[in-house]
Every structure is written in C-alpha cells, then in structure tokens.
C-alpha cells in the first residue's frame, strides 16, 4: 500500500456503514436510536462524531415490543454555524415493526441552519399494531440545498395496518417524497392519516391503497412556505383508492368543533397539487374534497380532474 492510500484511510477512516440483517430488536426502551451533529468541532474544543456521508440499513429486522419508539433519529444541539454537509441516508427493507409503544419518529433541535441531509427509504415493510405514531419527521432547514441535491424520502410497498394514534407527517424543509403502492389499512389516527407540512415539496403520491382507517382526514396538503430558489414543483396525487374510511368520534375519544369538518382529501396553506385518476367512495366523512388555498390570484383553481367520487350524479358529487 502506498502512502497516499495510508494517509487517505487515516484521515477519512472506514465507510461509515451499519449494515444490520435478520435481527431481533425486541424489548428495549427505544428500539434504535440515531444521533447526528450540525459539526465537527465547537467553540470550546468539543469533537463530535461526524461523516461527510453515512448509512443505516435494517434488512430483514424485526423491531418489535419496545416500549418508546421503533426508531429515533435526532440532532441533539443547534447552532448557527455553517459547515460542509452530510448526507445521511436510512434503510428499512423488508421488515417487521410492530407493537412498539411508538412508531419511527425524527426530531431535530437544528431545525434552522442544518448541516444535515436526510434520505429515508423504506421498502417492502410491515408497520402494524403499534401503539403512538406511525411515521413522523421533521426535515430541517438546510441552506445549501437545491432541487437535487436536498432531503428525499421514498416509501414503496409498505403495509401500515392496525396503528393506534396514528399519524404518517412529513414535515419541515423542501424534499422530494414518494409514496407509491403503500397499504394503509385500519388505523386508529391521532388527527389524521397522512400529512405534508412546512415547505412546499416535490410530491408523488401514487397507486396507494386507504381503506378503513379512522381520523378527521385522510390526506392533507398543508404547505405554508414556498422555497426561495425553486419555481413551480411537481406535486400530483393519483391513481389512489381512498374507500370505506371514516371518523367515528366515539372510537377515536377526542372532542371535535363546528370549526373542523372531516374530508378525505384537503387542501391548506399554499402549494397546489393534481389530484387525478383516484378511486373515492363509501367514505363516512364530511367531504370527499376540502380545498382551501391561500392564493394571490382570484381566479386560481385546483386540479382535481379525472377522479371516480362514488356516484355519476353530478349533483350528488357538488
């Protein structure tokens, strides 16, 4: 080995892999816990474990009976430093995560001024009966981004069954998020059942089927702050089957006012997005579609062509 080579294993070390297959996390406070810093090294001296890039990956893992969440990932401190960026990337593939008291959640104190890029990827996967959250993230604001280069999260394949307060959020910072041929069947939801927040993302949303879930919504879109570098940003929701879904106050025990109809589909804030070629019908709730954009131009509409709403009576479907 020459010396080049020497001092390049020195310096960037091995890669940063935690490859974990056909294991059993069963039975622990937290099934798996993820920290990442904003930096190397602070004002005061402090060195901090941190890779240009690194990588989670759960094949064939059952995370099962622990008694917080599933999977936690969090950053711990905040500052406002820039620093060069990490790319952090989190693989669950065909695995079991049940009965958990709580679901995958990521939190991060450096919401603003992140030197992190997260990137979720979850495929082939069963989420069943556990019993706080289901999926909910908040993607911190990264200043270094751009359309390609920025957090992203892709979701192929999953069944989400029999959760109890159930929520699937993907909040904070522009992303690019995919949720294709996922199953969302019979979950109990805290509010609702899935949910974009925080700024506008690049949304496909497509081939997914929600069947008998209860919450005061199935599907909402509330964006509330556009990026300052993109123009307009690919967002469609289609060739979904929404069916038989309903909130049933009774079951879910919380309280809910004049000012809060339930809907299948709902638009908030201010991102607009196609809403085409769905499956709605036997739904028991106030609304198939609540749209509520915040625009500048009076005569701004929204795009829900080409949808089945459960009859072909016009009147019946205004």
Known sequence: MDLQNIHNKIVNGPIPLLSV?????KNNKKGVLASYYNRYLNEIGYHFLRKANETIQLVE????????????????????????????????????????GKGI???????????NLFHWIMQDSTIERNHGGGFEVLLPD??????????????GNNTWRNNEQ??????????????????????????GLIS??????????????????????????????????????????????IKRNMYDLSNLGSRRTFDDPSYVVGFHGIQKVQVHKNLFGENSLDYELLAGIRTAKINNEVDVRENWWGTANDTSIR
């Open 196 to 241: 974009m927040r925080g700024m506008e993302k690049k949304i496909r949303i497509d081939n997914n089927y929600i069947e008998g879930n209860n919450g005061i919504y199935m599907v909402e879109f509330r964006a509330d702050s556009q990026s300052e570098i993109l123009g307009d940003i690919y967002a469609r929701f289609y060739r979904n089957e």
């Open 105 to 115: 959640h990521q939190f991060s104190r450096d919401a603003r001024h992140s030197n």
């Open 61 to 100: 893992c059952e995370i099962s009976h622990n008694h917080e969440e599933a999977v936690y990932v969090h950053s711990p401190y905040w500052n406002i430093f820039q620093s060069n960026l990490s790319e952090i990337s989190i693989h669950i593939n065909n695995s079991l995560i049940t009965d958990n």
């Open 142 to 155: 990264v200043w270094q981004y751009n359309e390609n280069f920025t957090h992203s999260l892709y979701f």
């Open 21 to 25: 297959t056909k294991t059993k996390i």
């Open 166 to 191: 159930f929520g699937f959020v993907v909040d904070g910072h522009f992303a690019h998020l995919n949720i294709s041929y996922n199953r969302f069947d019979s979950n109990r939801c805290k509010t």
